[in-house]
């Protein structure tokens, strides 16, 4: 383990970390003020379970080798013996024997540019991904769902941009979700449990629509046979009632005044 974390370190990230600590299981540097980009290096770190770069001045993007890190694409086992705080699902938490089932990665609150790597979503046994407060772009991998084991994610605070993947039905374990504050839009999508979660998670999103969010979609209506757009089963049937009401006063304002018309007439 090294954490090195909470103190005022400056300079780019040692590239010998990745070079020299292979069997390296916690890398903690959350805190400081390291600059530069991630090294490529750290994709050497095959048996990373924890990766905490959050709170510096890091910048760039992603690196696309981050799927090289075999603890996180598989269960490796283990055991540990050391204790260390983590920030677990946004709370500062200390592990100790409740440390071999962790796999984290946080690097929020930095510069980081570019989109999400695909690469990301082949690291199945993560648990906990924070990428929030930095400058993402571009959309959503397609297979973030391939992450079944994800416990909390927050992307918020970035510039993704797109609609939620279908893929994130799922994430069936996935009980803290913050999406807030990006350029996401489309459907929430539905039938999951993304809609259980506060409609707060999703704000600062203008194009997204659907539960639980109170802004419906465009295009509510079902699409017909004929090609025409029409509003649910309820509107239609009123629309149809009003419509007979009108016919049958009409037809019964002309039956009246032609039956008057005659009763006068046949008086005279």
Known sequence: MVDLGNNKLSGKIPTWIGQSLPNLVILRLRSNEFNGIIPFSLCSLAAINVLDLSHNNISGSLPH???NITALAHDTGGSRSFTVELVWKGIE??????????????????YLIGEIPPSI??????KSLNLSGNKLTGKLPKDFGNMKMLESLDLSRNRISGQIPTSFAS???????????????????????LQGFNASQYMGNRGLCGPPLTQSCPGEGTVQDDGITRGTEIDNKEQVSDGLINLG?????????VTGFWMVCGSL
Not at 93 to 110: A, Q, T, V, Y
Not at 249 to 257: E, N, Q
Request: hydrophobic share 40%; aromatic share 8%.
């Open 171 to 193: 994430l069936n374990f996935l009980s803290v979700l913050d999406l807030s504050h990006n350029n996401l839009s489309g459907r929430i999508p539905s039938g999951t449990q």
């Open 121 to 126: 979503a082949s690291m199945t046994e993560l």
């Open 249 to 257: 006063f009409f037809i019964s304002a002309v039956l009246g005044f």
């Open 65 to 67: 080798c981050l799927n």
């Open 93 to 110: 938490i200390e592990f100790g024997k409740n440390l071999d089932g962790m796999r984290s990665i946080d690097i929020s609150s930095n």
